[in-house]
């Protein structure tokens, strides 16, 4: 039994369990074979925040059709995890697709970096700690994260003492 909560994306649970099966795989009969790697492809998409409401649906079509058409146990029973989830869940896909939103914070790629000026001191921390120089400022006054540049490292949240970098 695994246990999750609301920190939990349901989308990279999903993947999760995919990759698993994928790299299991011995690759005899087609639906597990390539059907397996496709769906991967569209959960990476959709986790990375480059999917397309399409995809919901084709991911939900071939994890029906592995399900059916698979020639063993292993390949039978690894879309349970995306269909569970999309039949439980499937707002979070949609978020994900739709909004650019994971609202588990667990993929990156959806991440949005930010500093509250109010809050922000100016000390300059975060920035002399930013890996891709995505922050910049002067002392004593609020500090500004370049999204073009901000590689979605979450360095700066833990550095700063100020509680002035929001994640999104
Ligand atoms: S379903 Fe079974 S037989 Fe088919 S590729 Fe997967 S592991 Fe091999
Ligand atoms: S570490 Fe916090 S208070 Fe200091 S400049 Fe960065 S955001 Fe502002
Ligand atoms: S998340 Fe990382 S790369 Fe982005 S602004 Fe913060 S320290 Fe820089």
């Known amino acids: 039994m695994i246990v999750m909560d609301e920190d939990d994306c349901m989308v ?12 299991e ?8 074979r390539i ?14 925040g480059r999917g397309k409401m399409e995809d919901i649906d084709k991911l939900e079509n071939l994890a029906k059709v592995i399900k059916d058409t698979a020639l063993c146990g292993l390949g039978q029973t ?5 269909l569970s989830t999309l039949s439980n869940f499937r707002e979070e896909y949609v978020e994900h697709v739709k909004d650019h939103v994971c609202r ?10 930010s500093i509250d000026p109010v809050l922000c001191k100016g000390c300059s921390l975060c920035a002399r700690n930013c890996p891709a120089e995505a922050i910049a ?16 490292c979450g360095m700066c949240l833990s550095r700063c003492k100020f509680g002035a970098i929001h994640v999104i």
């Open 78 to 82: 690894s879309p349970n995890p995306v």
């Open 104 to 113: 588990a914070h667990k993929c990156k790629a959806l991440l949005t970096y």
């Open 137 to 152: 400022g002067e002392v004593r006054k609020p500090f500004v994260i370049n999204p073009e540049k901000c590689i979605r």
């Open 12 to 23: 990279s649970v999903a993947k999760f369990f995919l990759e698993f099966t994928v790299g």
């Open 25 to 32: 795989s011995c690759g005899k009969c087609t639906p597990c």
């Open 35 to 48: 059907g397996n790697k496709r769906m991967l492809e569209i959960l990476d998409r959709i986790t990375e």
